[in-house]
């Protein structure tokens, strides 16, 4: 793909931990490894999907993508800039720039505050607009999500939940970002709704130029939107490639078993279609096994597996696994 | 749709919370008709004493335990004081103590519930100052504050401000705790709701996040906490002026009248039921108007 060469965000080796306090003194006794060391790339205007499991980290990527949680460890570049290291001043200036949707439309909208008094506050912290042109340009994002002008005074009880997402996308497109992190922002709608919902998303997308960091754990509709995916197992990237290799011939043994989850909409082949049935539960991030993470439930690990951590590889163009088996 | 949705729209200014909130408490039958007992007690009290002209201390020995008569609507006591004008002059005092020691204590609640909810480290710290104060024995408490600063008080700011400031100080300082307590857990829950995060994301600053997001949040029970503290603080009132701590003897309060009335229930009736109407009366309607202010404030609630 050539429109997407340059670089907009680069992680390198993020981790974000939360610390584990026990006993009367609230002693440090460990740590939950929520994101354990994360590298990867998003290019501009492409959609990088990001797929797992619940529980493996995704969100909480998705968060420190944006520095709401501070890492532990690791760089996070945004066009050249470090964010992980930014004091809260500089930090506060970059926010126009990369924006959020979240998962929870019923949460993610203060009760309290009108349809215009929330798509406006972007404009209230960043820019001197005065009322007037404030009014206008909330009107205009009212537009640009198919919502009706008229629904700036109006409370958010009182909308759908798809409607509510679109005010949360309105909001977060309040400011013309270029990086915008979607926190699953379908799993809580009705699926005649998602549709609507993930078409905005690529309709906004192609119009506004923008950069995604799609979370989801619907792989069907991530192989809609996204343009690279990755998979992440307990807070690491198992695997990381262009869509289209990734859902023909995935190579780590997780993402085999994800696919093979994914029903087919064809019961004589889905009848036929043999599936991998993982065994057991996912460890616990605050202590994960030694060696591969995913060496407790994968069906061919073998002793090497156990002992040693596999590196995330490139095993071809644009294909990394981190497995010690994959070729 | 869209054009005729752009022309209703062009007229109407965006709505502001506090209209809505007006608009929708005078649509509550209970508030509204509070509000209206409430100010009518309010303006009894400030501009009664000006058409019923007699002097509350005024001794009138020969038309004592009268009932009430079209001179002395309220009767008159043992010593032949007016009813009436007791009550009006009792009640300027116990409305401002109520009022502003209400405030006082919902000030302070408010501020160290959201204080400690909202920064983490400032949690322990608040908290236990508050478990601290819960723990005071507080009649001891004020005795002992009273005993101690009644006298510096009275020199500084005269006999009956110098005790005010004093009873309101004591009465806010004493009667924060539950309000704190009660803020900081609702704070604890709105801070997670994800529109926190979204605030942040956008780069809110604290204190923002604070006016714009938690405070309109847990107004509720701070308004609950607030209706509550009015009659609180005026029967806190009546209970140290009964104890003999609270403004002098010969200085009517709505508390001091039932207490004072209290010995003579069987011979004047009226001595008792006067002040005490007027306690329950402006307890009661305070009570409506927090509860209207509290539907009208709940956007979910208003418009049903």
């Known amino acids: ?327 | 749709m869209t054009d005729q949705a752009a022309t209703t729209a062009l007229g109407r200014p965006q709505r502001s919370l506090w209209g809505d909130v007006i608009r929708q408490f005078l649509k509550h039958k209970g508030g509204v008709a509070g509000l209206v007992i409430f100010l009518f007690i309010v303006f009894a009290v400030v501009f009664g004493p000006y058409i019923h002209t007699i002097d509350p201390q005024y001794l009138d020995i020969r038309n004592k335990n009268l009932g009430p008569t079209w001179e002395h609507p309220m009767g008159t006591d043992n010593l032949g004081r007016d009813g009436l004008a007791q009550v009006l002059s009792g009640g300027r005092v116990s409305l401002a103590v109520g009022i502003a020691a209400m405030a006082l204590s919902l000030l302070l609640g408010t501020l160290i519930g959201i204080l400690a909810g909202f920064f983490r480290k400032l949690d322990g710290p608040l908290m236990r100052t508050t478990d601290l104060f819960l723990a005071l024995p507080i009649l001891p408490l004020l005795l002992v504050i009273i005993l101690l600063f009644r006298d510096t008080l009275r020199s500084a700011f005269g006999p009956e401000t110098g005790i005010f400031l004093l009873i309101v100080f004591v009465i806010g300082i004493t009667s924060w705790m539950n309000t704190a307590r009660i803020v900081r857990g609702e704070v604890l829950a709105v801070k997670e709701r994800e529109f926190v995060l979204a605030a942040r994301s956008i780069g809110t600053g604290s204190l923002k996040t604070i006016g714009r997001h938690i405070f309109p949040n847990v107004l509720s029970p701070v308004m609950v906490s607030a209706t509550l503290g009015i009659a609180n603080a005026i029967i806190t009132e009546s209970a140290l002026s009964f104890l003999g701590l609270g403004f002098p003897s010969d200085f009517p309060t709505w508390g001091r009248l039932l207490y004072d009335g209290a010995n003579f229930m069987t011979l004047n009736p009226a001595r008792v039921i006067w002040p005490g109407l007027a306690i329950s009366l402006t307890v009661l309607s305070v009570n409506y108007i927090g509860d209207g202010v509290r539907d009208a404030l709940d956007p979910r609630i208003r418009g049903r």
């Open chain 1, 1 to 327: 793909m050539t429109k997407h060469d340059q670089v907009l965000v680069k992680a390198d080796n993020v981790k974000v931990h939360f610390p584990i306090h026990k006993g009367i003194f609230r002693k440090q006794v460990g740590s939950v490894k929520a994101v354990d060391g994360l590298t990867f790339e998003i290019r501009k205007g492409e959609t990088l999907g990001l797929v797992g499991e619940s529980g493996c980290g995704k969100s909480t990527a998705g968060r420190a993508m944006l520095r709401l949680y501070e890492l532990t460890e690791g760089q996070l570049d945004f066009e050249g800039v470090d964010i992980a290291s930014l004091d809260p001043h500089a930090l506060r200036d970059m926010r126009p720039r990369m924006q959020m949707i979240f998962q929870d439309p019923q949460a993610c909208l203060n009760p309290r505050m009108t349809v215009g008094s929330i798509i406006a506050e972007p404009l209230d912290e960043h820019t001197n607009m005065s009322t007037a042109e404030k009014r206008e340009k909330v009107k205009t994002l009212l537009d640009a999500v198919g919502m009706n002008r008229d629904y700036v005074n109006r409370y958010p009880h009182e909308f759908s939940g798809g409607q509510r997402q679109r005010i949360g996308i309105a909001r977060a497109l309040a400011l013309d970002p270029d990086f915008i992190v979607c926190d699953e922002p379908i799993a809580a709608l009705d699926v005649s709704i998602q549709a609507q919902v993930v078409n905005l998303l690529q309709d906004i997308q192609e119009r506004m130029g923008l950069t995604y960091l799609f979370i989801s754990h619907d792989l069907s509709m991530v192989r809609h939107i996204a343009d690279r995916v990755a998979v992440m197992y307990l807070g690491k990237i198992v695997e990381l490639a262009e869509k289209r290799d990734l859902y023909k011939t995935p190579k780590h043994p997780y993402t085999q078993a994800l696919l093979s989850a994914v029903p087919v909409p064809d019961p004589d082949i889905e009848a036929k279609r043999e599936h991998i049935v993982l065994k057991g539960d996912v460890p616990s991030p605050a202590n994960p096994p030694k060696g591969c993470n995913f060496c407790t439930r994968c069906p061919i690990a073998i002793d090497k597996c156990r002992t040693e951590e596999p590196e995330l590889r490139e095993l071809k163009t644009g294909q990394f696994v981190a497995c010690h088996l994959a070729e």
